[in-house]
């Protein structure tokens, strides 16, 4: 199964479209510098928590390397955007930081992007860091935010999950723009200049975020049937919630 899903991957980026996240050398130096630095406290904060979860509970440490593959494999889903010179993707750090919070969905996304920099060619490494900022700690917060709040004023597990999908993936695609804005603007206007790569995004990001809330939203109700115990163990939901039959 994992060759498959890897060679369906390879199959997937094989045409010579742009590359996806932010590419090598679109970042001047001192902009792909502050982004690495916005990024190292997030990255550290995730290696910790998941030293800490992984002292309690032993079988974390797979749990988590299992998400890393969902979201390495679900951002390896290139759609050409042409309007913008380059390509959209689902994300997948929704459902991560849904399952194992949003420090550690940054961690995870830091290594996703860090092997697809290395061996396909997607992203860069001078831009790593702010590819974590918009994919890993942008995706993940909003996306965890979005779960938690609705969950509080009792939205059931589907509209929470869509949710938390959905804005998890425009919000990365925002934060994208706002970086990408900010390293090639020159002495353009800045805000003018994020609207219009927010624009040139809508045609497949619109279209995409729907989709990755529909995935999100069926991976946790799906969870909930199948394995209520890992949804109370990383206090998804709580045991009155879980299905009398599961």
Known sequence: MKKILLMSCLLLL?????????????????????????????????????????????????????????????SCMPIPVPTAGTCSHPCGTGIAAILVGPFVSVLITAVALLIQALFLAHGGLSTWGANIVSMGVAGSFTGWFVFRGLRLVRANLMVAGFMAGLLTDWATYLATSVELASGIRGEAPFWPLVSKIVIAFIPTQLPLGILEGAMTAGMVVLLQRKRPDLLIKMRVVKENEVPTHA
């Open 14 to 74: 094989a045409a010579p479209a742009h590359a996806m996240h932010i590419s090598e050398g679109i970042l001047p130096f001192g902009w792909a510098a502050l982004w690495f630095a916005v990024a190292a406290p997030f990255v550290a904060m995730g290696l910790k928590r998941l030293n800490d979860l992984s002292r309690d509970d032993l079988a974390m440490k797979p749990l988590v390397g299992l998400m890393a593959a969902v979201v390495f494999v679900i």
